[in-house]
């Protein structure tokens, strides 16, 4: 790769760790997960997509939103790393 092309790269992982985390902060204000959620900033798109489960019994409370990098991310959108 060209120096160009490595500031590229960098440039998007950058700006999708930054998408990544205000798309966790503003998940964290649901109640509870959306059925699909994308966002895109600049040249960066962040889709995710989660299965539909049935409405909380007696006010049960919803799970939490899990902060981990891979968590609520479908297996099928992971980034595998070399």
């Known amino acids: ?11 998007t992982s950058a700006a999708l760790s930054l998408v990544r985390a205000n798309v966790l902060e503003l998940l964290k204000g649901f109640d509870s997960p959306p059925r699909l959620l994308r966002v895109q900033a600049g040249g960066v798109t962040l889709e995710a997509e989660w299965p539909q489960s049935p409405p909380a019994v007696n006010g049960a409370a919803p799970p939490p939103v899990d902060e981990r990098p891979e968590a609520g991310v479908p297996q099928s959108h992971q980034r595998l790393d070399p």
């Open 1 to 11: 790769m060209s120096t160009g092309e490595d500031d590229s790269a960098s440039s």
